[in-house]
């Protein structure tokens, strides 16, 4: 099999930001069936597209009776969820342990059982590996050493899961492969999807949706230290695009990073945004984060390139007018997922 068509899938986390995204591009192929599982805890059921083709369990994938529900004849498996966000991790680390960690160990140990399996593709962290400089980023290789000291219990986590993978592949033989996210942005990434967890930061996500709903807004961009801290910025479906190749192409055991390989500053994203939006209120300059230390950072594609022959192809600026087109026609979904968390961060109601 060289292609999804009349295939058996899981995706885990499937009603994601990301996760969905996936589903829509995987049902493109021709599939016979997805089974989404997503416990909805960051995620919003409306991004499940409405197919005959998918089984939607909205329950945690480390329910012992979801893992032995899992079809025995899975061509493909995805692993997408986490506990959402470096933030929340900070806030609440047994939480993150229990749908970030325990998720990809019950995961992994039941889908060794599963011999019909010709690939799993585990969604890891580029930002667990980076370099902690602020003095410059040099393109993050898929053999960077990892440091034993992290900033968050997410990145821990994800990288606990790159080892849980590691043992199941080289122990049980599990077709294991590791795709290593850069910072995604997209339609679909929905500002207050989910519950309470912990945070003002399960309203306010990653950098790109924030600003550009305040951009929308008319408010002032918060940028932390100057903007000088930088990411890969990758579109959604370039990620999905990434994603499928690593499941079709992917070597076993083996990783790969899925990147723009261009770095851009967070002043840079906010002067961006600002502009395409049309919005004159001045960037609003914020201290640093006391706890990120990753500063800088940018992915080198080279490796996907060459072994899957995956590309990123939607331009940054190009990406940013979809996302702002979608944000525009989805600001009611939008708001009313930030108004559920009224009593923990009461400026959203001002939204509608």
């Not at 609440?92 to 229990?98: C, R």
């Not at 033989?173 to 999807?193: H, M, S, T």
């Not at 890969?232 to 990147?259: H, P």
Request: proline share 4%.
């Amino acid at each position: 099999m060289n292609s999804f068509n009349g295939s058996t899938i899981l995706v885990v986390g499937g009603a994601g930001f990301v996760g969905s995204n996936l589903v829509k591009k995987l049902l493109e192929e021709g599939p016979a069936r997805i089974v989404v599982v997503d416990n909805l805890l960051s995620a919003d059921v409306s991004n499940v597209p409405d197919d005959g083709r998918i089984e939607f369990i909205a329950r945690s994938i480390t329910d012992d009776d979801v893992l032995a529900a899992l079809p025995e004849n899975l061509d493909y498996a995805f692993h997408l969820a986490c506990y959402h966000g470096n933030q929340s991790s900070i806030a609440d680390p047994i939480a993150d342990h229990d749908n970030n960690t325990l998720t990809s160990l019950k995961l992994f140990d039941r889908l060794k059982d599963i011999r019909s399996l010709r690939k799993v593709v585990y969604a890891a962290a580029g930002c667990a590996v980076a370099e902690k400089t602020f003095d410059g980023a040099s393109a993050t290789k898929e053999d960077a050493p990892v440091s034993l000291f992290h900033d968050s219990p997410y990145s821990i986590s994800k990288l606990v899961g790159e080892m849980y993978g590691n043992y199941y592949f080289a122990r049980y033989k599990l077709p294991f492969v590791k795709a290593r996210f850069q910072n995604v942005y997209g339609p679909g990434e929905i500002l207050g999807a989910g519950h309470w967890r912990g945070t003002v930061h399960t309203v306010w996500r990653n950098v790109t949706p924030t600003f550009i709903w305040k951009a929308l807004h008319g408010e002032a961009l918060p940028v932390e230290n100057g903007g000088i801290a930088s990411r890969d910025f990758i579109y959604v479906e370039d990620m999905a695009k990434g994603l499928m190749a690593c499941a079709l192409s992917g070597e076993t055991g083996e990783i790969y990073n899925l990147a723009s390989g261009v770095e851009t500053t967070v002043l840079e994203l906010a002067t961006r945004v600002n502009s395409i939006v049309g919005n004159k209120t001045p960037i609003a300059l914020k201290p640093a984060r006391d706890w990120d230390r990753s500063g800088q950072r940018f992915g080198d594609p080279a490796k996907a390139r060459e072994k899957l022959g995956f590309t990123a192809t939607v331009a940054h600026e190009d990406g940013l007018k979809r996302t702002i087109d979608w944000t525009r026609q989805n600001q009611v979904r939008i708001a009313s997922c930030m108004r559920n968390h009224l009593a923990y961060v009461p400026d959203v109601g001002k939204y509608s």
